[in-house]
């Protein structure tokens, strides 16, 4: 039998996706091989949002739902995030955000987090007021009215681990009309990105005035 070549690696690492600013600029992200099943948000949109909200991540506490390989959450790590939960419940995509994690030498400054984005185990380590929530769901759960609906309602549950001024940023592939009313928050502020780039932001409601 002849030597066999290498193993080929479930993993890339030096393609489009970098961090596009901060401390880690042009650090690249390793992502799956193959057909990418993170659906990373495109450099573009992920510049307008973080531009929108500049000076935001100055030690900022951040929770990333859905992070995939850490597009949105390292790039708050980069531009001055403290603290920052990564959570992704994929295990090989997982293994990937760890790999970018380590090799990024900032894992004192992000609590990783196997565990569904969509249940209780994903808020259950926070320990601190967050300043901004990524949601950046998979499209083909939220192009049905029950995924949209359980995206919603942990939108919802965020709002009690957010500070009074905070912003939560939802990007979804379409909306009607001005997007999805979420309880405990006024919004969203909409911008469009492009195709399937509807980038919803919501700040938490002000507690009503006891009579």
């Known amino acids: 039998?002849?030597?066999?070549?290498?193993?080929?690696?479930?993993?890339?690492?030096?393609?489009?996706?970098?961090i596009i600013a901060g401390e880690l600029r042009s650090r690249?992200?390793?992502?799956?091989?193959?057909?990418?099943?993170?659906?990373?948000?495109?450099?573009?949109?992920r510049e307008a949002v973080?531009?929108?909200?500049?000076?935001?991540?100055?030690?900022?506490?951040?929770l990333d739902l859905f992070a995939g390989v850490g597009t949105l959450g390292l790039e708050a790590v980069s531009r001055g995030a403290s603290r920052v939960w990564l959570v992704e419940?994929?295990?090989?995509?997982?293994?990937?955000?760890?790999r970018n994690v380590e090799s990024m030498g900032v894992a004192e400054r992000v609590q990783l987090v196997r565990a569904d984005a969509l249940g209780e185990v994903a808020l259950a380590t926070i320990d601190r007021p967050l300043d901004v929530v990524f949601m950046d769901p998979p499209f083909e759960l939220v192009r049905t009215a029950e995924g949209l609906d359980r995206v919603?309602?942990?939108?919802?549950?965020?709002?009690?681990?957010?500070k009074p001024r905070s912003f939560?940023?939802?990007?979804?592939?379409?909306?009607?009309?001005?997007g999805p009313v979420i309880p405990g928050f006024v919004g969203p502020e909409h911008r469009q990105y492009g195709a399937e780039q509807h980038v919803?932001?919501?700040?938490?409601?002000?507690?009503?005035p006891s009579a």
């Open 1 to 18: 039998m002849g030597a066999s070549g290498p193993m080929p690696q479930p993993y890339s690492i030096g393609g489009m996706l970098r």
């Open 28 to 45: 690249p992200l390793a992502t799956p091989t193959g057909r990418d099943r993170t659906r990373p948000m495109g450099s573009r949109t």
């Open 50 to 62: 973080f531009n929108v909200l500049r000076g935001w991540f100055d030690d900022a506490a951040v």
């Open 89 to 98: 419940q994929d295990r090989e995509v997982h293994d990937l955000l760890r």
């Open 152 to 162: 919603l309602a942990q939108a919802a549950r965020c709002r009690e681990r957010m």
């Open 168 to 178: 939560l940023v939802l990007r979804l592939p379409e909306i009607e009309g001005d």
């Open 200 to 208: 919803l932001l919501y700040c938490p409601r002000s507690p009503e």
